[in-house]
């Protein structure tokens, strides 16, 4: 499968445990995205990065979270301390663009969360 | 801020009625309007992207810039077509958004045989 890739599937953890996802982009794709879905919404963006530049972050990422992409390969998302309202899905994307040149965006399958 | 709406959480409909899933948008600017969609156990994908001007699966959307809207249709549906469908938007000139991508709550379609 040479689409974007995200491990695990599905994590279960106690409130106030850290977690961390992974999300391998597809190879050639500088630009990698970070959304999260929660029950009967759709994605929200979280954060943003060109090559391993984090550029964008959304006001939901809080101070428990932080994302890096050390070489501009894959990407981690880590949640420390843990609360319920954390529990969503987690979703990956990646793209390429250049300058205002924005291709379109391929999802992985996710990662879904539940924190109880 | 740019915001997606999509009015219709349910839209069910018989096998060969035409159907048409709504989206409305708000933003200033110059937008790029999609639809993803995802069936049952697969991941988001791309159904079509209003620049392409294409038909994908029988499926159109034509963005219309007076009424902000962005609806999708297909003249006669099928069961396979029975899944989540999300309207997004992304500005579509430079600026700082770098191309995130803002969604609407989705609308199910289920297509009765």
């Known amino acids: 499968d040479t689409g974007v890739s995200q491990d695990p599937r599905h994590k279960i953890t106690k409130r106030g445990q850290n977690v961390t996802f992974r999300c391998d982009p597809i190879?050639?794709?500088?630009?990698l995205y970070w959304y999260r879905q929660t029950l009967g919404q759709g994605p929200e963006f979280l954060t943003y990065f060109q090559n391993e530049a984090q550029l964008e972050k959304s006001r939901l990422l809080s101070d428990r979270f932080s994302a890096e992409r050390p070489k501009g390969s894959f990407s981690t998302l880590e949640i420390q301390r843990t609360e319920q309202g954390d529990s969503a899905m987690y979703l990956c994307?990646?793209?390429f663009g250049q300058g205002v040149i924005k291709n379109i965006q391929y999802f992985g399958a996710g990662t879904r969360l539940s924190v109880l | 801020a740019q915001r997606v709406t999509q009015p219709e959480k349910l839209l069910s409909v018989f096998k060969g009625a035409p159907v048409e899933l709504k989206c409305n948008y708000s933003?200033?600017?110059?937008?790029?309007l999609f639809w993803y969609v995802q069936y049952s156990r697969q991941r988001l994908q791309l159904l079509l992207r209003h620049i392409s001007r294409e038909s994908i699966k029988g499926f159109t959307a034509d963005l219309n810039k007076g009424e902000t809207s962005f609806h999708l249709k297909k003249p006669f549906a099928q069961e396979e077509d029975s899944a989540m469908y999300y309207c997004a938007l992304r500005p579509n000139a430079g600026g700082t958004s770098y191309g995130k991508l803002t969604f609407g709550q989705g609308t199910i379609l289920t297509v009765h045989p």
């Open positions: 933003y200033s600017g110059s937008p790029e």
């Open positions: 994307a990646s793209s």
């Open positions: 190879s050639e794709h500088n630009r």
